[in-house]
């Protein structure tokens, strides 16, 4: 059975930054991003997730214009050259705007439209938005993170942030909600929210998830990010079978074979 007719997508991870987590350097010029592109288009990839600035624990801040010139070119030829849609890792308001002019459908932003000019620059368009939750910033992120119940907590601070947006002229239909893996919580705070993932669906919104090569899986595994492989799909099937709507990956072949197994245990359809 098709994934499409689950309603189960993979978003494939492209990187153009020198510094992101797993594939920093490997992907920041226009050609090797293309490169990229290609192979996860021909493998499958309902997404392309286009990123200029790495949101790993200490990672240094972009300019804006830097982050500008890193995504637009690579958005741009995206878009001309392959069918499948383009989302805009980012949460600076320019470079929202000007990714979405370039031809971006959905705006993914790890910080929920908080940042100043965020909310009217997501509105101004009809692209889709990603909210996610994140304790803290990028650069503290994991010093400690703490809650009371982090799934209720994650669903609160979702359910706010979805109150802002429509506030703002953001209809629900544009939005997806992520809970964030790896984005200020523990290994234990991680997989409390995978274990408990179905209630965020009672927000009646999409779940985007990203747990691919994550600590969260080293620190259980102990493997080195380019070792994950098995536990990125482990991750990945838990979380399809558990109703999420997109799952962000690295690798989307394999992420592709995975949900489709767990498409055809949930329908029963072949």
């Known amino acids: 059975m098709p994934v499409s007719q689950f309603n189960v997508e993979v978003m494939g991870i492209l990187n153009v930054t020198p510094d992101s987590f797993s594939d920093g350097g490997k992907f ?3 050609d090797s991003a293309l490169k990229q592109a290609e192979q996860m288009v021909a493998e499958g990839a309902d997404w392309l997730d286009i990123g200029g600035e790495s949101t790993r624990p200490g990672a240094p801040n972009v300019s804006e214009q830097e982050e500008l010139e ?3 070119p690579v958005i741009e030829r995206c878009v001309a050259r392959f069918a499948t849609p383009v989302s805009i890792d980012t949460s600076k308001p320019k470079v929202m705007a000007e990714a979405v002019n370039a031809g971006a459908r959905m ?5 929920a439209l908080q940042e100043p000019g965020a909310l009217e620059a997501a509105a101004a368009t009809n692209a889709l938005v990603c909210l996610m939750h994140m304790q803290g910033q990028p650069r503290t992120m994991q010093h400690k993170p703490e809650y009371g119940d982090v799934v209720v907590e994650v669903k609160d601070f979702l ?3 979805v109150r802002a947006c429509t506030d703002a002229g953001i209809s629900r239909e544009r939005i997806l909600l992520d809970p964030g893996f790896g984005f200020g919580k523990s290994v234990r705070h991680n997989y409390e929210l995978l274990q408990r993932l179905q209630a965020l669906h009672e927000l009646e919104l999409p779940l985007l998830v990203g747990m691919s090569r994550k600590s969260m899986l080293g620190q259980v595994t102990g493997k080195p990010v380019e070792q994950r492989l098995a536990a990125s799909i482990a991750a990945a099937t838990l979380a399809a079978s558990k109703g999420a709507r997109i799952i962000r990956v690295h690798d989307v072949a394999e992420t592709k074979d ?12 072949l």
């Open 28 to 30: 920041n010029n226009i």
């Open 107 to 111: 705006i993914n932003d790890v910080r």
């Open 159 to 161: 359910a706010a942030r």
């Open 70 to 72: 890193r995504v637009i």
């Open 258 to 269: 995975a949900v489709s197994i767990v498409a055809a245990m949930m329908t029963g359809e």
